[in-house]
């Protein structure tokens, strides 16, 4: 529940994600607990191979079933998305939650105009005419501030640019007025002007229709820009959440602080630029401990041996580090390695 007693859109409660090969298991995802509130922002950051997209592709079951071993909890809207089958699982899809990704070609066909697409989407989910869909569709690009959009409506995807391809595929996510969106990287590729506009639109978008959104990046930027909380994932665990002031304003966990000062970020001139130190480990062969330990330079030997407990500092402030645990913590709650 949240502080208003009303159920989170998003739950996600001990969410494992592993991929089985004859050869392997590599454990993407470990005991992730998140929720989000209606009409909330939450970023998730991390490098890299941090379990970023195979969260999200979890939450609308958009992994390859076969291979992939998902257990736990994932709830949206009060659904149970692990058990859901058939049309609700379509429901799901096509409905209360929509994707953006970082190349619009994967959600828009080449072989149709923009207008024809959007205007299907809308007369397939509202199951209105096809003039009425495409009534919406032109709406719909006016909504994503795609200039001249009645002309745009008779364009292909390949005839606009990268930023007008963007908001397209952000009109044709939104048309069937989705309650949670879930964006992966979709900014990425745009050089830093259109990113930005295209950022200040969604958020502008999100507040007027009071939607969820949990938006992936790799890029802190981003999330001080369109995040009202962040959760920060390394090697398939949540090491630290918080607000967005809190998480970038005063991190608590190393890893955190670590990409702080080797972003670059604000009026830096003159001041060093700190890379942290190795890589992040092999997912077929974690170590026993806090996975960021070997990177880490306030480790101990505690860090190395068993998993750091998550240490809750308020309600959705959290840091999964011995260092910042309370002695009492540190002596209790040190959970044994698997
Ligand atoms: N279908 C799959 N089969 C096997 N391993 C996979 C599969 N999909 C993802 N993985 C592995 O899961 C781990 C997490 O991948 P994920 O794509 O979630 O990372 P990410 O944080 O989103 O990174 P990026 O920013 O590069 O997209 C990676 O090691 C990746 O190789």
């Given at each position: 529940?949240?502080d208003?007693g009303?159920?989170?859109?998003?739950?996600?409660?001990?969410?494992?994600?592993?991929?089985?090969?004859?050869?392997?298991?590599?454990?993407?995802?470990?005991?992730?607990?998140?929720?989000?509130?209606?009409?909330?922002?939450?970023?998730i950051i991390?490098?890299?191979?941090?379990?970023?997209?195979?969260?999200?592709?979890?939450?609308?079951?958009?992994l390859?079933?076969?291979?992939?071993?998902?257990?736990?909890?994932?709830?949206v809207?009060g659904?149970?998305?692990?058990?859901l089958?058939?049309?609700?699982?379509s429901?799901?899809?096509?409905?209360?939650?929509?994707m953006?990704?970082?190349?619009?070609?994967?959600?828009?066909?080449p072989?149709?105009?923009?207008?024809?697409?959007?205007?299907?989407?809308?007369?397939?989910h509202?199951g209105?005419?096809?003039?009425?869909?495409?009534e919406?569709?032109?709406?719909?690009?006016?909504?994503?501030?795609?200039?001249?959009?009645?002309?745009?409506?008779?364009a292909?995807?390949?005839?606009?640019?990268?930023g007008?391809?963007?908001r397209?595929m952000?009109a044709?996510?939104?048309?069937?007025?989705?309650?949670?969106?879930?964006?992966?990287?979709?900014?990425?590729?745009?050089?830093?002007?259109?990113?930005?506009?295209?950022?200040?639109?969604?958020?502008?978008?999100?507040?007027?229709?009071?939607?969820?959104?949990?938006?992936?990046?790799h890029?802190?930027?981003?999330?001080?820009?369109?995040?009202?909380?962040?959760?920060?994932?390394?090697?398939?665990?949540?090491?630290?959440?918080?607000?967005?002031?809190e998480?970038?304003?005063?991190?608590?966990?190393?890893?955190t602080q670590?990409?702080?000062?080797?972003?670059v970020?604000?009026?830096?001139?003159?001041?060093?630029?700190?890379?942290?130190?190795?890589?992040?480990?092999?997912?077929?062969?974690?170590?026993?401990?806090?996975?960021?330990?070997?990177?880490?330079?306030?480790?101990?030997?505690?860090?190395?041996t068993?998993?750091?407990?998550?240490?809750?500092?308020?309600?959705?402030?959290?840091?999964?580090?011995?260092?910042?645990?309370?002695?009492?913590?540190r002596?209790?709650?040190?959970?044994?390695?698997?």
């Open positions: 529940m949240t208003t009303t159920p989170p859109l998003v739950r996600l409660q001990d969410l494992n994600v592993k991929f089985v090969t004859r050869e392997s298991t590599v454990s993407a995802v470990n005991d992730v607990n998140l929720t989000l509130k209606a009409g909330e922002v939450l970023c991390g490098e890299s191979g941090s379990g970023k997209s195979v969260s999200m592709r979890a939450l609308m079951r958009l390859p079933e076969r291979r992939a071993r998902i257990t736990g909890t994932v709830e809207d659904k149970d998305v692990l058990s089958k058939g049309k609700e699982l429901d799901l899809r096509g409905g209360l939650v929509s953006i990704f970082q190349e619009p070609m994967t959600a828009l066909d072989v149709y105009t923009v207008g024809h697409q959007i205007a299907e989407t809308v007369r397939r509202e209105c005419t096809y003039d009425q869909g495409m919406r569709a032109l709406e719909l690009l006016e909504l994503v501030k795609v200039p001249s959009a009645e002309r745009r409506l008779r292909f995807p390949h005839e606009l640019s990268g007008l391809r963007q397209a952000i044709m996510a939104l048309s069937c007025r989705p309650k949670l969106l879930l964006a992966d990287e979709p900014t990425t590729a745009l050089d830093a002007t259109v990113q930005i506009q295209v950022l200040i639109l969604l958020r502008k978008i999100q507040a007027e229709m009071g939607m969820g959104v949990i938006f992936v990046t890029d802190l930027g981003v999330a001080a820009e369109i995040a009202d909380r962040v959760a920060v994932m390394y090697a398939g665990r949540i090491v630290e959440t918080g607000t967005v002031q998480v970038l304003g005063n991190p608590k966990h190393p890893y670590g990409m702080l000062s080797s972003t970020h604000g009026n830096m001139r003159g001041k060093d630029i700190e890379a942290i130190p190795g890589s992040p480990p092999d997912l077929r062969a974690m170590p026993p401990g806090c996975a960021f330990a070997p990177r880490c330079k306030y480790a101990e030997a505690a860090c190395t068993a998993l750091p407990p998550e240490v809750i500092f308020d309600a959705g402030r959290m840091a999964r580090c011995i260092k910042v645990a309370p002695d009492s913590v002596q209790k709650e040190l959970v044994p390695a698997e």
